[in-house]
């Protein structure tokens, strides 16, 4: 009995603390709209990825996936790398992402808010 007190009583405070984000949507009825890249979607930042990535600095083959935040003004900003193969090639990544366009932030309930995307990129050997 005694243990559950204690668990009860570290647990408890840590409901408080918890996060409400993206998944969470679904459960505040939110109505989430998500970022836009030049007027569409992931596909326009697609192709614009694979316009200013410099392929030849890729030197195997394997998956990269890189991590940034949308500001509330569109701003690409808190990039990170969060798996890689090669250094050239995850530097050359965020070297895009550096130069990449304003975004039009997602926004809930008509006010911008910031979000985090995922970006993964595969490279084949060819």
Known sequence: MKVVKILLF????MLGFSQIDG?????LNGDLIEAKFNGGGIDEFTKFI?????????TKAGKMVGAFTI?????VKNIKI???FDVESATE?????KICPKWEPAKRGGKPISIEIKYPMVFRKK
């Open 10 to 13: 570290v647990l408890f405070p």
């Open 23 to 27: 998944e969470d949507e679904v459960y």
């Open 50 to 58: 694979r316009k200013e990535f410099d392929y030849s600095k890729v």
């Open 71 to 75: 500001d509330k003004d569109g701003t």
């Open 82 to 84: 969060i798996e890689f």
């Open 93 to 97: 990544f965020i070297r895009v992402l």
